[in-house]
């Protein structure tokens, strides 16, 4: 009976022995959660480029961190977030995993060949571009590649500059969209049309085919969009006018619009008697003085002697006098 009761108290002991670790370690984790810094996104969708150099810069720094996700996510404490991401902006970081206008300033231009020099203008520009593209509130990721032919010596023809671009995009990119990311592209390269601009997202999906010859369905899916917008302000009008008669959010409206884009072109000259104006006038006048020697006089060598009267006289000669006006006006 007694080993009974000491294995009891035992037991008992035992299991208040475990109780009290489990509460120690309860508590312990309550006040290591209470004390640790809260962690907060630094940076998401980070490329692996970007990733490793913030991380290699928040560790000479000594600041804490974490890194999620399949290293796109980095997570820093909360209330150093503007601090940190202020000091990873002047070492230029993320630069989104592109090479920009800073690769001039990282390499020497001594003793750099032109085809070095040039080759370092196209990176900076394609990814100058991405950075830009990236901006926008759907896009987030872009890579551009830029062709820019050389005009050959001796040569009159020329091809046209042509880009290729790929997005990952957040949802759906709309037409005007598109259309705003090929013009803005064509207008950072001389040359450049935005038809000569192709598109893809990171699916694979065709956004923009770029061969030059698309303005036809840049045109259509503009037409498309203005019947869609016809129709939901149409729709969103009808639906205000009954629900003031039904009750707001009783009534549906369904609105199919067709809408006319033919255009005429006309074209007239036209030519006003009453309106003319003189562009220019060009007169010449003409002067002609003759005198013809007298039918009852005689020839002979006396006559054309100097001082001689032969030809003076009374009935010497008839002179002939005659004068010419043309007049040229253009209108």
């Known amino acids: 009976m007694n080993a009974v009761l000491q294995r009891l108290g035992l037991a008992r002991i035992a299991a208040m022995v475990v109780v009290a670790v489990l509460l120690l370690g309860f508590f312990g984790f309550l006040i290591f959660r209470a004390t640790a810094p809260q962690l907060a996104p630094l940076y998401t969708g980070l490329s692996f480029e970007d990733s490793s150099a913030i ?17 796109d996510t980095i997570l820093v404490p909360r209330d150093q977030i503007t601090s940190i991401r202020m000091n990873l902006a002047s070492d230029g970081l993320p630069n989104g995993g592109q090479v920009g206008y800073e690769i001039c300033d990282n390499q020497s231009t001594l003793g750099a060949t ?4 040039d080759v370092n203008l196209v990176r900076a520009t394609e990814g100058e571009l991405a950075r830009t593209i990236t901006s926008l509130a759907r896009v987030q990721t872009a890579r551009v590649h830029l062709v820019l032919p050389k005009r050959e010596l001796f040569r009159r023809e020329r091809a046209d500059p042509t880009a290729s671009i790929t997005l990952g995009v957040r949802g759906t990119l709309s037409n ?4 705003a990311i090929q013009h803005l592209v064509s207008s950072a390269i001389q040359g450049m049309s935005p038809s000569n601009v192709s598109i893809i997202d ?35 009008q009808l639906e205000e006018l009954l629900g003031t008669i039904v009750g707001a959010g009783r009534a549906r409206v369904q609105v199919s619009a067709d809408l006319e884009f033919n255009r005429t072109t006309q074209t007239s000259e036209t030519f006003d008697p009453e309106g003319q104006v003189v562009r220019s ?51």
Request: net charge negative; proline share 3%.
């Open 55 to 71: 991380v290699k810069s928040l560790q000479a720094s000594g600041t804490p961190h974490e890194i999620r996700g399949e290293g």
């Open 114 to 117: 032109s085809f070095v020099q």
């Open 176 to 179: 005007g969209e598109i259309s």
């Open 202 to 236: 990171n699916s694979g999906r065709l956004l923009a085919a770029g061969n030059g010859a698309n303005e036809e369905g840049v045109i259509a899916s503009d037409m498309d969009e203005r019947a869609v917008a016809m129709e939901n302000r149409l729709r969103l």
């Open 281 to 331: 006038t060009l007169t010449r006048e003409l002067n002609n003085s003759s005198q013809g020697a007298n039918d009852g006089g005689a020839v002979s060598v006396g006559a054309e002697l100097p001082g001689s009267t032969l030809n003076n006289g009374p009935g010497g000669g008839a002179s002939d006098n005659s004068s010419t006006t043309e007049e040229t006006v253009n209108y």
